[in-house]
């Protein structure tokens, strides 16, 4: 039945005329939305149709409406066709950052909104320190100039998120990953050890066989490791094995790098340690500031989590070795390695 329903919506879609890319490529995917809370309601996973946009755009106008309409009702077919393609049932830990991860946290859930059983938002906090702890060492750290300067963007981005997305309950633009998670209508949980008892059966509970951690603050012990059949994935902002540990962005900067990057890896006992599923690069040109790498290394994390993803659940993924001989490790930076920062020509912002 909803197989013969996407056939004949497809077919629709295919006698509509004077449409351009973008218009088409829209128009998937408000479709492929609807589609998924369809299988979501009648407990059916089904695999996505993201490569139907990439048909668009591979095949505009210009070349011919019968040769793009050909292309991407095959596309469609084929994607209804696999429905059927189970999908791992997921839950994601992610930092409760307003600047990159409401981005990131949304692109992902756009493929898996269906399949992701709820998500887990952990404080920017490390350890156990409290917010006001970490902005204060912050502040030491890294001087008044980029303090206000990161203050101000923070609690106008927490503004935004209170008014747009609570307040008047907008989830068009999300100014938080709990505004992301509510546009998706998946569950979220907050302020909870994620080694508790508790929240392991939590995780029994909703029958969670793989986890994604998007810049997690906390550790993660051995029975919440060994608890899903796939185990944790997480994603880090650096080449490993160099640059384990703590503010990678800023240690490549700071080291001259003129190539920066990102590794999704397994989660082991040892931090940034376990196997490499994907790895991604991108440049670091002369002026960039450390803002510049820190967007670019979330975009770019963004889409090795996806592929990541893809991986596993096709099964059996490539693993790179996580060579601990070759590793590099690093910890908060200190004020004279953010005076040796300024001294070598790099900003902050």
């Known amino acids: 039945m909803l197989t013969h329903w996407w056939r004949r ?8 005329t004077g449409r351009d890319r973008w218009a088409i490529a829209l128009e998937m995917h408000l479709v ?11 407990g059916e996973n089904c695999s996505r149709t993201s490569s139907v946009c990439l048909v668009l755009l591979k095949h ?4 011919g409406r019968q040769q793009r309409d050909d292309t991407l009702s095959h596309c469609i077919h ?33 493929d ?3 399949s992701t059983a709820g998500i887990n938002i952990q404080s920017v906090a490390q350890g156990k320190r409290t917010v006001f702890q970490t902005a204060m060492e912050l502040y030491r750290l890294y ?24 307040l008047l309950g907008s989830t068009r633009q999300c100014h938080s990953v709990r505004a992301v998670a509510k546009k998706y ?31 997690g603050t906390q550790m993660y012990r051995k029975p919440l490791r060994e608890q899903t ?5 997480n994603c880090h902002g650096a080449l490993l094995p160099k640059y384990r540990g703590l503010m990678p962005s800023f240690w490549t900067l700071a080291n001259g790098e003129t190539e920066g990057g990102v590794s999704v890896h397994f989660v082991d006992a040892k931090l940034d340690n376990g196997p490499i599923v994907v790895q991604k690069k991108y440049r670091i040109h002369p002026h960039d500031t450390l803002e510049d790498i820190m967007a670019r290394s979330k975009d770019l994390g963004a889409e090795a989590i996806l592929e990541c993803v893809r991986l596993i659940e096709a099964g059996d993924p490539p693993l790179m070795k996580n060579d601990a001989d070759q590793a590099t490790h690093f910890s908060m930076p200190t004020r004279e390695d953010v005076k040796g920062f300024y001294a070598n020509g790099h900003r902050f912002f």
């Open 32 to 42: 492929q939305r609807t589609r998924a809370m369809m299988h979501a309601n009648s």
């Open 229 to 233: 059949k796939h185990g944790i994935v």
């Open 112 to 114: 898996y909104a269906d």
């Open 78 to 110: 084929h994607t209804c066709d696999s429905t059927l393609m189970p999908s791992l049932t997921k839950y994601v830990f992610v930092q409760n950052d307003p600047f990159y991860l409401p981005k990131v946290l949304d692109k992902y859930l756009r």
């Open 143 to 166: 001087g008044f100039h980029y303090f206000q300067w990161k203050l101000r963007k923070y609690l106008w981005k927490k503004l935004q998120a209170k008014v747009i997305n609570d």
């Open 185 to 215: 209508g998946v569950e979220v949980t907050e302020a909870v050890d994620v080694n508790s008892d508790s929240f392991l059966q939590h995780l029994r509970d909703r029958q969670v066989e793989f986890i994604v951690s998007i810049s």
């Open 60 to 63: 505009p106008p210009h070349t």
């Open 9 to 16: 919506l497809s077919e629709w879609l295919m006698t509509r």
